[in-house]
């Protein structure tokens, strides 16, 4: 192992050992509270232009299964750890070309995380000179303002389920594969549309699923407009950025928030059924909802919307991944209520 260092836009710098690929990567340094699921994080498109920090102390202890990964690339910019463990872990990310590095304070930086929010960052493998590190994370643009469905987005339709009840369009701005799975598993023949799907490809499906994925919801102007144009015509479903697209298509707004929600055991409230859910998330912007009664569902944690639901258009969305793509089943219901709701609709 060689060595290496992570550095913040604030002048900090946390020293560790390179386990990965060589080289330098830019991205935001979060972190995420997910015990498990490293692979599935590394492949999740909405970590896109990110730099993780995994809180779990040993990761790796588990090794990696070609089906685990939640796409067909590593989309994170580079990983950070307390003790990376297994070859076949540090082994995976060599091949993957990311930046690793292990025996980081992870505790501290977490810590300094949160109380100072994410940032811009530069991960380093190899000899480098702190100062210009320091520079070079100053430098870089951050996520704000910064439109990246495109990057991680398909370019063209194709059918991932071609058999079901229900006939679901799934927008891609960076779907998981398992959000594909668990609507196939629920019954639905699945086709997936790149971001930039207009009305006309879209309108004859009897039901859409606008997908995760990673940067800031307000610059795909094209994208709102589009849900906007279908509201009423087709029943909806937002899932993470999805639920953001939909609530700017609904009159709401977006913004930042300090160091995100990233993890498999975020409380989300239940408004509805006073029920408390414990979730999977990855987001680093919220819905800020002008109208509480569409608020269905609230982050515990820090008073959030998680949740909205429009009836008289025909759409919800949810912040949280109800697909579960890893963590807890809890809302694993949802998908297959709304599947289940377009069926009928359609028999209707």
């Given at each position: 192992?060689?060595?290496g260092?992570?550095?913040?836009e604030?002048?900090?710098?946390?020293?560790?050992?390179?386990?990965?690929?060589?080289?330098?990567?830019?991205?935001?340094?979060v972190?995420?509270?997910?015990?498990?699921?490293?692979?599935?994080?590394?492949?999740?498109?909405?970590?896109?232009?990110q730099i993780?920090?995994?809180?779990?102390?040993?990761?790796?202890?588990?090794?990696?299964e070609?089906?685990?990964s939640?796409?067909?690339?590593?989309h994170?910019?580079?990983?950070?750890?307390?003790?990376?463990?297994?070859?076949?872990?540090?082994?995976w990310?060599?091949?993957?070309?990311?930046?690793?590095?292990t025996?980081?304070?992870?505790?501290?930086?977490?810590?300094?995380?949160?109380?100072?929010g994410?940032?811009?960052?530069?991960?380093?493998?190899?000899?480098?000179?702190?100062?210009?590190?320091?520079?070079?994370?100053?430098?870089?643009?951050?996520?704000?303002?910064?439109?990246?469905?495109a990057?991680?987005?398909?370019?063209?339709?194709?059918?991932?389920?071609d058999?079901?009840?229900?006939?679901?369009?799934?927008?891609?701005?960076?779907?998981?594969?398992?959000?594909l799975?668990?609507?196939?598993?629920?019954?639905?023949?699945?086709?997936?549309?790149?971001?930039?799907?207009?009305?006309?490809?879209?309108?004859?499906?009897?039901?859409?699923l606008?997908?995760?994925?990673?940067?800031?919801?307000?610059?795909?102007?094209?994208?709102?407009?589009?849900?906007?144009?279908?509201?009423?015509?087709?029943?909806?479903?937002?899932?993470?950025?999805?639920?953001?697209?939909?609530?700017?298509?609904?009159?709401?707004?977006?913004?930042?928030?300090?160091?995100g929600?990233?993890?498999?055991n975020?409380?989300?409230?239940?408004?509805?059924?006073?029920?408390?859910?414990?979730?999977?998330?990855?987001?680093?912007?919220?819905v800020?909802?002008?109208?509480?009664?569409?608020?269905?569902?609230?982050?515990?944690?820090?008073?959030?919307?998680?949740?909205?639901?429009?009836?008289?258009?025909?759409?919800?969305?949810?912040?949280?991944?109800?697909?579960?793509?890893?963590?807890?089943?809890d809302?694993?219901?949802?998908?297959?209520?709304?599947?289940?709701?377009?069926?009928?609709?359609?028999?209707?």
């Amino acid at each position: 192992m060689s060595g290496g260092l992570l550095a913040l836009e604030d002048g900090s710098v946390f020293r560790g050992e390179s386990v990965g690929a060589d080289g330098f990567a830019f991205g935001e340094a979060v972190f995420t509270t997910a015990m498990t699921g490293y692979q599935e994080i590394v492949t999740d498109p909405s970590f896109a232009e990110q730099i993780v920090t995994f809180t779990a102390p040993m990761v790796g202890n588990y090794g990696v299964e070609h089906v685990r990964s939640e796409s067909t690339r590593a989309h994170a910019r580079a990983v950070v750890m307390r003790e990376a463990r297994g070859p076949a872990w540090t082994d995976w990310l060599r091949e993957h070309g990311l930046v690793a590095l292990t025996g980081v304070d992870t505790r501290t930086l977490t810590l300094h995380l949160r109380d100072r929010g994410a940032m811009r960052a530069i991960a380093v493998a190899g000899d480098a000179s702190v100062d210009e590190a320091i520079r070079a994370a100053q430098a870089h643009p951050g996520l704000v303002g910064r439109s990246l469905a495109a990057d991680v987005s398909c370019t063209e339709p194709y059918v991932a389920s071609d058999s079901g009840r229900a006939r679901i369009a799934v927008v891609d701005y960076g779907c998981k594969r398992s959000i594909l799975q668990r609507l196939a598993a629920a019954g639905a023949a699945v086709t997936v549309f790149p971001h930039s799907a207009q009305v006309r490809d879209l309108h004859a499906f009897e039901g859409i699923l606008l997908s995760n994925g990673p940067g800031d919801p307000e610059p795909l102007h094209d994208e709102v407009e589009t849900v906007r144009v279908l509201l009423g015509r087709v029943p909806m479903l937002g899932i993470c950025l999805g639920h953001q697209l939909l609530a700017l298509a609904t009159g709401h707004e977006t913004y930042k928030l300090p160091f995100g929600h990233r993890g498999a055991n975020h409380p989300v409230l239940d408004k509805r059924s006073d029920r408390v859910l414990v979730t999977s998330q990855n987001h680093g912007f919220a819905v800020r909802a002008s109208a509480a009664k569409e608020v269905t569902h609230v982050s515990l944690y820090d008073g959030t919307v998680e949740g909205l639901d429009f009836p008289w258009l025909r759409a919800r969305s949810v912040q949280f991944h109800p697909e579960a793509g890893p963590g807890p089943h809890d809302a694993w219901p949802l998908l297959d209520e709304w599947v289940g709701e377009v069926s009928l609709a359609k028999a209707a």
